[in-house]
Structures are given as structure tokens and as C-alpha cells.
């Protein structure tokens, strides 16, 4: 359930990295990677790990999340994970100096 996926990725102190290395990595591999992107609740499993990964595993994950941007964007899922990612900004608005 996503709900157990989340506390793994989110509960625990520094001992735990390495366990939530490899939830981070599946999540990544997985062949339903697109699903959960736009799932109501499977969204909030890649916004786990998208927290909770740091350094080159978030950019790892960024990466396999970039494929599916088009579709992620019309979702209202999938515009967390972009906020979340950093892989969509606003348009700053230009100032008339």
C-alpha cells in the first residue's frame, strides 16, 4: 500500500539510508513508474522519494521522471511531483524597468 511505502521512506533516523536508498531505486526501476506518477495515491510515493532523496539519487530519480513530463503536467498528481522535482518553475513575470 502507498500509505506503508511513504512511513518507510519518511520515518526512521540516519541508520536507515541505505533501506530507503533501495525503496528510493525501486520506485525509480519500476515499470509502473508512469501509473504512479498520475495515481491518486501512487503520486504521493514519488513525492516521498523525491524528498527524501538527496545528491545524485535525486537527480537519478529526476531523470527517470523527465519521460513522462508531458503527460504529468496536465495531471493534477503529476504538477506535485513537478513542484517537488524542480523540473517545472513558474514563469517569473518580466518587470518594466
Given at each position: 500500500s502507498s500509505n506503508?511505502?511513504?512511513k518507510c521512506l519518511k520515518l526512521g533516523?540516519?541508520?536507515l539510508e541505505k533501506e530507503r536508498e533501495l525503496l528510493v531505486?525501486?520506485?525509480m526501476v519500476s515499470p509502473l513508474l508512469p501509473r504512479m506518477l498520475q495515481d491518486a495515491f501512487g503520486n504521493?510515493?514519488?513525492q516521498s522519494s523525491l524528498?527524501?532523496?538527496?545528491?545524485a539519487l535525486h537527480a537519478e530519480l529526476?531523470?527517470?521522471?523527465?519521460?513522462h513530463l508531458a503527460a504529468i503536467k496536465?495531471?493534477?498528481y503529476g504538477k506535485r511531483i513537478l513542484a517537488r522535482s524542480h523540473l517545472f518553475q513558474p514563469r517569473q513575470?518580466?518587470?518594466?524597468?
Open positions: 506503508v511505502i511513504e533516523g540516519p541508520e531505486r525501486q520506485v504521493y510515493v514519488v524528498t527524501v532523496a538527496k545528491g529526476v531523470e527517470h521522471i523527465k519521460p496536465s495531471s493534477p513575470q518580466k518587470s518594466d524597468a
